[in-house]
């Protein structure tokens, strides 16, 4: 595994394109499910320096904070609560240009202004959320969108085999 990410630049479509090689080669080998959340949390946010990039794994009936890069979140989330309970009960990807006007978003930090957050689906079950903020109104599109939903299909394929 190589311990710097090649330099990435240009447009966040095109950074995404390069980005997405890098933690394929990052996961390669690696089988413990936090060590390979912690990088792919780390890359995301290095490349997009995003206020907060982590994750949120289901267990013990709620959404309880994994491996993330930024200022310290909730801990415990409950599957009908915040924009991370959206995505988890309706299997969708959830875009927020405004969190202010999402109906029950939980503010763990003040300068979040939007958000978006991927769920990780496999045998049909939600297995984790991937949860990014932004201290940018309106700044994740559906770029961002395909780019970490690709991601995502990292995640889901290679989940079953992580300890
Ligand atoms: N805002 C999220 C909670 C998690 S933090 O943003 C890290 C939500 O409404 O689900």
Redesign the pocket.
Same mark, same amino acid.
Request: net charge negative.
């Given at each position: 595994m190589a311990e710097d990410l090649v330099k990435i630049e240009g447009t966040r479509a095109e950074k995404y394109t390069s980005l997405y090689p890098q933690i394929q080669s990052l996961l390669a080998g690696e089988t413990d499910k936090y060590a390979n959340l912690a990088n792919i949390a780390a890359a995301v946010h290095e490349v997009f320096s995003f206020f907060?990039v982590?994750f949120?794994l289901t267990k013990e009936n709620q959404l309880v904070?994994g491996p993330?890069q930024?200022p310290v979140? @909730?801990t415990r !989330?409950p599957f009908h609560?915040?924009? @991370?309970?959206? &995505?988890y009960t309706t299997k969708e990807t959830v875009l927020v240009p405004d969190?202010e006007v999402?109906p029950?978003? !939980? &503010? @763990? &930090?003040s300068a979040?202004k939007s958000?978006i957050?991927l769920p990780a689906i496999v045998n049909d079950e939600v297995v984790l959320v991937f /949860?990014l /903020?932004s201290d940018q109104l309106a700044d994740f599109t559906e770029v961002d969108q395909q780019g970490l939903e690709k991601i995502i299909e990292l995640i889901e394929e290679s989940w079953t085999s992580w300890v």
């Open positions: 907060w982590g949120y904070l993330f930024g979140a @909730c !989330i609560k915040g924009v @991370c309970g959206h &995505a969190v999402f029950g978003h !939980i &503010a @763990c &930090a979040s958000e957050v /949860d /903020d």
